[in-house]
């Protein structure tokens, strides 16, 4: 089981952050992005795993700039608040909450000395994820699991200054495939898999969980983060 702890932003913002710790020497630290439901019981369970595996895990609660204490769930009320949650953070003047990953990722630095970072976000993580990678340059790698917006023309022009895995949906109502299939073509760098599964597909309190989706992807981000976190 991780704690809270208290990040501040280089501009003085301060932002809670769960943190779980790995038994024995880390083998890198990963950063967790959040879903527009902040920092709920499946974000913490996401960094107990990834601490399991014997990761340093940080997930910073990214809507603590425009309201504390978000916690919430996946019922139709839930996803409404949790999308004005997220335009709200969207309006804020850039670089905006990159300033709370930039400052999660430096607190996970203090807890792996000389050891290297990934970012792995869902969903709105997914694309703050992608956005991390192509800004800041203290990350390693970096796994996008069907990030929000970032199969856009204007997402799809960034260019990363990592090695990026990103995970999609065929059945994904939000991301199309031919907007993930025009992503791929911009970006040839960047490993991209598609699943025969919905958005969501990790989240095993969705009812878009898909177990096989999960494992599988799950099996990949593992190795792509063992290879270039060392």
Known sequence: MGSFVELTAVDGAKTPAYVALPEGQPRGAIVVLQEIFGVNSHIRSVADRYAAEGYVAVAPAMFARVQADVDLGYTEADM???????????????PGVLRDVEAAVAHAATLVPGGKIGVVGFCWGGLMTWRSACELASISAAVCYYGGGMTSELEASRQALCPVLAHFGTLDHYISLESVQAFKQAQPKVEVHVYEADHGFNCDLRGSYNAAAAAQAKERTLAFFARHLG
């Open 80 to 94: 409404q608040q949790g999308f004005a949650l997220k335009g709200a953070v969207e309006a804020l003047p850039a």
